[in-house]
């Protein structure tokens, strides 16, 4: 019978309350320890992001089953998956779980259509109903016209697509994603970013993605999760996280300046004694931090307002956006935006000096125990 719909392969993601992913995923490897609690529920989208060697990759392998856990357990949708003191282990293939590669990773020889049918296939259902499903999918990513296509003959955004459909046509109930725009140009990026928004939001299962694009993680992400050296160092939204960094890392990630120090009032010192002001009025330990378009350089000491002032000596000029990122040292380390029009009209070059100026209203302070 033919209900000309295409079969679903009614494995619709189960209620698992709050945490559709329950995890603690513990690897042993020479001196690297992964030691990474996470959970993430039904719907939600979770970038894991994290400065080179921090064990994204390590995290991405056990969660898929390519490397097995030293300690902790991984849990999803109420199966224990790996749990080393129970002795349970699933390998990756039968585990609910679809992964997006950087590379695609298509099967070169099998048309679009039949990469995306390959996974309902393996699931149980037959050819035709798998095919079905898989013209579905690739109709919603916009790619019906290309479903005979081999991979090779396919844009890189298509490809991804493909890859992304072949992933989601399993209704897996954790969609991994590791670093899934990289190899797209900025252009594909932007209109692929936006199609994986729309599909993520209409995925009911669970999302980890892997990105060291702070922009991916923004505007893909319900949560962040950052890791250093294995360990969590912040974890919250978008908005918190940008607002209130933790660590140097997080900061650049970002896009801010960011110091600790000790607040008496408005006044910050900092370790090495320089002071700042802030807007923000706190005792005790905080972090002050502002973003490099607050920073203003001038080439003489510029007097009258009450702002921060401070003499720099410029080591770096990199292009950023429509404008120029001034790294600078001196009493502390800084990064400033210009215009190239200003850049030129100060005569910006590395190794020289000139004033760094930030105005206390454009500073936020805010306590360093987290909270
Ligand atoms: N096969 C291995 N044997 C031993 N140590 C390894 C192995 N693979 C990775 N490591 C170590 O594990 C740590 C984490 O590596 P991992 O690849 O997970 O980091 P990552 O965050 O994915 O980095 P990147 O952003 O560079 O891909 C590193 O210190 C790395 O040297």
Do not use: C
């Not at 095919?131 to 396919?154: I, S």
């Not at 897996?172 to 599909?199: G, I, M, N």
């Not at 002050?288 to 350089?297: H, R, T, W, Y």
């Not at 990064?335 to 000096?353: E, H, K």
Request: hydrophobic share 45%.
């Amino acid at each position: 019978m033919t209900t000309g719909r295409p079969a679903s392969l009614g494995q619709s993601v189960p209620a698992a309350g709050p945490r559709l992913l329950d995890a603690h995923l513990v690897v042993d490897r020479d001196s690297f320890r992964l030691d990474l609690p996470l959970t993430i529920a039904p719907g939600e989208v979770v970038a894991l992001l994290g400065p080179n060697g921090a064990g994204k990759t390590t995290a991405l392998r056990t969660l898929a089953g390519l490397l097995p856990l030293s300690a902790g357990h991984l849990t999803l949708a109420g199966r224990d998956l790996d749990h080393p003191v129970r002795r349970t282990w699933t390998p990756p293939e039968r585990r609910p779980i679809g992964v997006v590669f950087q590379d695609y990773l298509l099967f070169p020889h099998l048309s679009a259509l039949d990469n995306v049918a390959f996974g309902p296939r393996r699931h149980g259902l037959d050819r035709r109903q798998a095919r079905d499903l898989a013209a579905d999918w690739l109709t919603r990513m916009g790619l019906a016209e290309h479903a005979r296509r081999k991979p090779r003959e396919l844009s890189g955004g298509q490809a991804q697509r493909v890859a992304l459909a072949r992933a989601l046509a399993v209704e897996p109930a954790l969609l991994l994603l590791d670093e899934p725009l990289a190899a797209l140009d900025a252009r594909t990026r932007l209109d692929t970013r936006a199609q994986l928004q729309r599909h993520l939001a209409a995925h009911a299962g669970a999302a980890l993605l892997v990105t060291h694009d702070p922009l991916d993680a923004l505007v893909l992400a319900d949560r962040l999760v950052v890791i250093e050296h294995g360990r969590v160092v912040q974890e919250g939204d978008a908005a918190t996280i940008t607002a209130r960094p933790r660590t140097d890392y997080v900061a650049r990630l970002v896009g801010l300046n960011l110091y600790r120090g000790y607040a008496d009032g408005h006044r910050v010192r900092l370790g090495d004694g320089f002071e700042l002001t802030t807007g923000d009025h706190h005792e005790g330990e905080v972090f002050v931090a502002f973003p490099p378009s607050a920073v203003a350089l001038h080439p003489r000491r510029p007097d009258g307002s009450p702002r921060n002032t401070w003499p720099a000596t410029i080591t770096g000029i990199q292009q950023h956006g429509d404008n120029l990122r001034i790294q600078l040292v001196g009493p502390i380390e800084v990064a400033a935006d210009v215009t190239p029009a200003a850049a030129t009209q100060l005569r910006l070059a590395p190794g020289q000096p000139v004033w760094a100026a930030v105005k206390a209203a454009e500073t936020r302070a805010y306590p360093a125990a987290p909270g």
